[in-house]
């Protein structure tokens, strides 16, 4: 999957995203965004702010709570890929046990 990143001043982002210039430096302080070598500008996945908007306008979570929900949520994501890459190796395991195929490392199958 293609990451797309976009470098913006913290004045554009607010106005575009309708956050206020200080939460978007609290949401840096925090490491929930990152600042561009550029004064006053972020880099960030538009993905990811449009996330972070959502948890914090729409659904009123505190910047604290999105840290732990952001946490939690690629930790599930690293939990699917280890679940996809052990389901090939069971799945590798099956076939030769069953004597139809070699054993090939499981990251290849993916």
């Not at 976009?6 to 939460?23: K, N």
């Not at 880099?43 to 939690?72: F, T, Y």
Request: contains cysteine; hydrophobic residues 45%; charged residues 30%.
């Amino acid at each position: 999957m293609e990451t797309h990143i976009l470098t913006i001043s913290f004045r554009d982002c607010a106005a575009t995203y309708g956050l206020s210039e200080h939460d978007l430096r609290e949401f840096v302080e925090l490491g929930l965004l990152h600042q561009a070598e550029a004064p006053d500008t972020l880099q960030v996945e538009p993905e990811h702010l449009a996330r972070l908007v959502r948890l914090h306008q729409d659904l009123s979570i505190n910047k604290e709570g999105i840290d732990v929900i952001l946490s939690m949520r690629q930790r599930l994501l690293d939990l699917q890929e280890e679940l996809m890459r052990q389901r090939a190796r069971a799945l590798q395991l099956e076939r030769v046990l069953r004597g139809m195929g070699p054993i090939f490392d499981a990251d290849e199958w993916l």
